[in-house]
């Protein structure tokens, strides 16, 4: 799974519409560079972990589960989502 893409989508930096459809999102190299620097880690919770500062400065801490779950918060946004690699 491409973390920037997921990054992109939280930030709202590729379009997205709110839908329970499925929807390829697919980043070029300009979102990938105005994604930037990220931590990844695997907390104890066994969830991939992403954290760091969006493009505006404020700071994010997003959470994925084993099952494509993406939630968490970005400044004083709240962030919500499933993701799944393209088949």
């Known amino acids: 799974m491409l973390m920037s893409a997921v990054l992109a989508v939280a930030f709202g930096l590729t379009p997205v519409t709110e839908s329970k459809s499925p929807q390829l999102v697919q980043v070029d190299a300009q979102t990938i560079k105005v994604v930037g620097r990220y931590n990844q880690y695997v ?14 400065g404020r700071h994010y801490h997003i959470t994925i589960d084993g099952n494509g ?18 088949a």
């Open 43 to 56: 907390g104890k919770d066994g969830k991939t972990h992403l954290r760091g500062f969006d493009p505006m």
């Open 69 to 86: 779950h993406v939630e968490g918060q970005v400044g004083e946004g709240v962030v919500s989502f499933d993701v799944a690699d393209p």
